[in-house]
């Protein structure tokens, strides 16, 4: 069975920091691309940043030069580090595979007041 279970989330000011953690169990997770989203009230939920298996990443625009992602393969687990918050980092929070599973865990919500 899947599970992904996403951690630390928060309540930070604007500026601030946060490092989300997301293990996975129930796949493979050495040789899956894996991905963070977030869905922002009233938005689709978006890509913020992908790993491959080899340790390449991608982000999209918003947020290179202040969020960092990566994985540790023995412990089954992607962080995301998250610097420099801003308001619109506002979300909920999920990790999933690229390209995403149905399967998605209850995610972290991230509240970055102004």
């Known amino acids: 069975q899947v599970q992904l279970a996403e951690s630390g989330g928060g309540l930070v000011q604007a500026g601030g920091s946060l490092r989300l953690s997301c293990a996975a169990s129930?796949?493979?997770?050495?040789?899956?691309?894996m991905g963070w989203y977030r869905q922002a009230p009233g938005k689709e939920r978006e890509m913020v940043a992908f790993?491959?298996?080899?340790?390449?990443?991608n982000y999209r625009d918003s947020v290179k030069g202040r969020f960092t992602i990566s994985r540790d393969n023995a412990k089954n687990t992607v962080y995301l580090q998250m610097n420099s918050l801003k308001p619109e980092d506002t979300a909920v929070y999920y990790c999933?595979?690229?390209?995403?599973?149905?399967?998605w865990g209850q995610g972290t919500q991230v509240t970055v007041s102004s």
């Open positions: 999933n595979k690229v390209p995403m599973m149905r399967t």
């Open positions: 790993i491959t298996p080899g340790g390449s990443t």
């Open positions: 129930g796949i493979v997770f050495r040789i899956n691309t």
